[in-house]
């Protein structure tokens, strides 16, 4: 089984393996819930989804009728105004047919002008809270992408006591050194105040290229090989108290899943950069580039 840990200061012990839905997008109902017996099986408690993940939260709907005390359920958000945010909240719990969410994330607040607005007065952030007086939701939580988002998470989290950060963390982003430093200060404040850290892309092996022929299921082109994806895993598990959200290409779940419950500690350096070499991987964003997905 994948060993559970403090979701932050929430009271729950998540899997450290969370369940990405961004997978469910596009799916049939007939395929997600084949995809719900694989999160069954290995006992994952935490789903992950987001009002702009195509129809995966009306895939998760059906689950929730169900199983609703078996998960943490967590959704987003990337309306950035009081108004839109609040309807945002109420579409989720309709789609995912609970009267509670466990917890609402700001879905890549990471630009100057989108994180004034939504942490402004009239903003997103208000509706969240608001809702979490309401008891709609539980907890509050901000996300991101791109080399700026563990800067911008700290200074998020100066501004207000968000529950959870979600970004990027694997063996190729962490060789940018001022992405690295970034995230280890970020790192440091979560732990201070307890504040769950949920990572993603640790599976990622480079953004496609135009002359790439494979079925594409993410925006990004992750990793196929067992063991490459294996080490990948353990990178982040090595790693205590930090969440692997898995992949949006649902072909590679269960071996993410069997990777994590025999977790084996962190590979070693000259093993991960075998890797990159021998598979070509790249960091998904470039310090001073775009951070566009």
């Known amino acids: 089984m994948i060993e559970t840990a403090p979701f932050g200061c929430t009271g729950h012990h998540s899997t450290r393996v969370i369940f990405g839905a961004a997978a469910l997008g596009a799916m049939r109902q007939e395929k997600a819930d084949q995809v719900l017996e694989v999160l069954l099986h290995h006992g994952i408690n935490h789903i992950d989804t987001a009002a702009s993940y195509g129809d995966s939260e009306l895939r998760v709907g059906p689950w929730m009728?169900?199983?609703?005390?078996?998960?943490?359920?967590?959704?987003?958000?990337?309306?950035?105004?009081?108004?839109?945010?609040r309807d945002s909240v109420q579409?989720?719990?309709e789609r995912l047919r609970t009267r509670q969410l466990d917890l609402i994330q700001l879905h890549n607040l990471v630009d100057e002008h989108e994180?004034?607005?939504?942490?402004?007065?009239?903003?997103?952030?208000?509706?969240?809270?608001?809702?979490?007086?309401?008891g709609l939701v539980r907890f509050i939580g901000v996300t991101g992408h791109g080399t700026r988002v563990a800067a911008m998470h700290r200074r998020s989290l100066e501004r207000f006591p968000f529950n959870s950060v979600l970004l990027p963390y694997n063996f190729t982003m962490m060789s940018i050194p001022e992405y690295a430093t970034d995230f280890e200060a970020l790192a440091a404040t979560c732990?201070?105040?307890?504040?769950?850290?949920?990572?993603?892309?640790?599976v990622a092996r480079r953004r496609w290229r135009d002359d790439d022929t494979q079925r594409r299921?993410?925006?990004?082109?992750?990793?196929?090989?067992?063991?490459?994806?294996?080490?990948?895993?353990?990178?982040?598990?090595?790693?205590?108290?930090?969440?692997?959200?898995?992949?949006?290409?649902?072909?590679?779940?269960?071996?993410?899943?069997?990777?994590a419950a025999q977790a084996s500690g962190e590979p070693s350096s000259a093993e991960l950069e075998a890797d990159v070499g021998k598979h070509a991987m790249e960091p998904l964003f470039v310090w001073g580039g775009s951070d566009s997905i």
């Open 115 to 134: 994180w004034e607005t939504a942490l402004g007065a009239g903003g997103a952030l208000e509706a969240l809270v608001e809702a979490r007086d309401q």
């Open 217 to 259: 299921f993410s925006w990004y082109e992750p990793l196929k090989e067992p063991e490459a994806i294996r080490r990948a895993v353990h990178f982040v598990l090595s790693r205590p108290g930090i969440f692997l959200d898995s992949s949006s290409d649902a072909t590679i779940l269960p071996l993410i899943l069997d990777a």
């Open 191 to 202: 732990r201070e105040r307890g504040v769950a850290m949920q990572t993603i892309k640790a």
């Open 91 to 93: 579409r989720s719990l």
């Open 65 to 85: 009728e169900r199983y609703r005390d078996s998960f943490f359920l967590a959704s987003k958000t990337g309306d950035r105004t009081y108004a839109s945010a």
